[in-house]
């Protein structure tokens, strides 16, 4: 489960992410939703640690992810926006290095990535250098980087940026086996028909604050087109524009 209690950052003069709050529950999938510049990479990069909150905390199963990181993040997998992968490194060996980092080694670390080369069906990726990988392939071994500690938690920024049709259909296909498994996923968008297809509740934030959330049939009943297009348009006029 992750919890975002009344983030806060600001760069200089711009508030990029003022008091957001949001509960992503396991074995649900809750969207992230916004206009571009909204607050939302910024608010993940708080999540998982890449920025520290001016005010506010963020906790991942309890832990607080600026006070206690290692415990907290060894909970998280993260697929952060236009996420890279070592292109002089095999599938393989971008895998490894990741799973040592979180303490993995070992026959228990190649089983793992065995694992995860079927489950994302990576077999033929495996021994070939990352180099020249599609950017479909490359989003999958990343993906395979962020679930390799077997994370309870994981966090998609904008996952299907790139992507052809094929390859995201296959990714909500795995979104959705990941949250039958009992899996907390928080999934990033401004994409309507991802969020649409994907997502069980959806946070809008625009101007780095939340301006609405619900289930999809909550949003869209509050609105007279009845679409969650219209539901989205409505929360951004409600907030002064997307701007």
């Given at each position: ?34 206009p571009n510049g909204a607050g939302k990479s910024t608010t ?200």
């Amino acid at each position: 489960m992750i919890v975002l209690e009344h983030l806060g950052k600001r760069f200089d003069a711009v508030e990029a992410v003022r008091e957001v709050s949001l509960e992503a529950r396991d074995a649900r999938v809750t969207g992230l939703l916004g206009p571009n510049g909204a607050g939302k990479s910024t608010t993940l990069r708080l999540l998982y640690g890449a920025l520290r909150p001016d005010r506010g905390r963020a906790l991942v199963d309890g832990l607080d992810v600026a006070r206690e990181p290692a415990a907290a993040l060894a909970r998280l997998g993260v697929l952060p926006h236009n996420a890279g992968i070592y292109p002089l490194l095999t599938a393989r060996e971008n895998l490894r290095y990741y799973g040592r980092l979180h303490g993995l080694g070992g026959a228990t670390l190649e089983r793992r990535i065995d694992e995860l080369g079927e489950l994302l069906d990576l077999g033929a990726l495996l021994p070939r250098r990352a180099k020249g990988f599609s950017q479909g392939e490359r989003l999958k071994v990343a993906l395979a980087r962020a679930l390799v500690h077997s994370p309870q938690n994981l966090v998609l920024d904008e996952p299907t940026n790139g992507l052809d049709v094929l390859a995201t259909r296959n990714l909500r296909e795995l979104v959705r086996r990941l949250r039958d498994a009992g899996h907390c996923v928080l999934f990033s968008s401004h994409v309507m028909q991802e969020v649409s297809a994907l997502c069980d509740e959806i946070v809008i934030v625009a101007h780095g604050r939340v301006v609405a959330r619900g289930t999809p049939d909550e949003l869209r009943a509050g609105v007279a087109g009845g679409s969650l297009e219209d539901a989205f348009v409505a929360a951004l006029d409600g907030a002064g524009g997307s701007g």
